[in-house]
Nanobody, 123 residues
Framework: DVQLVESGGGSVQTGGSLRLSCQAS???????MAWFRQSSGKEREGVAA????????YYADSVKGRFTISQDNSKNTVYLQMDDLEPEDAAMYYC??????????????????WGQGTQVTVS
């Protein structure tokens, strides 16, 4: 199994920035790493994904131009740089892994492994 550990959450003011990290316990895993988020009373939604083999990236429309997903394969780590944060971005953020990304990267059922989440608060 792969274990995913998120870090970097916290509390920021509107317009601020945070960088989330997700470290995987091993390499040689699925090629798609993604960030999802879930706020109270809402469905968990895909935020961004990256194919760790060809570095192709995918974003939800709500975060395009503000969030950037990146990877450091030497550290088995994927990052989510979040800029110009809005109160609507406040949520628990989860890292997840799937075999492949593709145009349906945002579907939760694709993902076999999930982290425990890191909380982001925007006020």
């Amino acid at each position: 199994d792969v274990q995913l550990v998120e870090s970097g959450g916290g509390s920021v003011q509107t317009g601020g920035s945070l960088r989330l990290s997700c470290q995987a316990s091993r390499s040689g895993r699925g090629s798609c790493m993604a960030w999802f988020r879930q706020s109270s009373g809402k469905e968990r939604e895909g935020v961004a994904a990256t194919d760790i083999r060809d570095t192709r990236t995918y974003y939800a429309d709500s975060v395009k131009g503000r969030f950037t997903i990146s990877q450091d394969n030497s550290k088995n780590t994927v990052y989510l740089q979040m800029d110009d944060l809005e109160p609507e971005d406040a949520a628990m953020y989860y890292c997840a892994e799937a075999a492949l990304c593709g145009d349906n990267w945002y579907l939760r059922v694709k993902y076999n492994y999930w982290g425990q989440g890191t909380q982001v608060t925007v006020s």
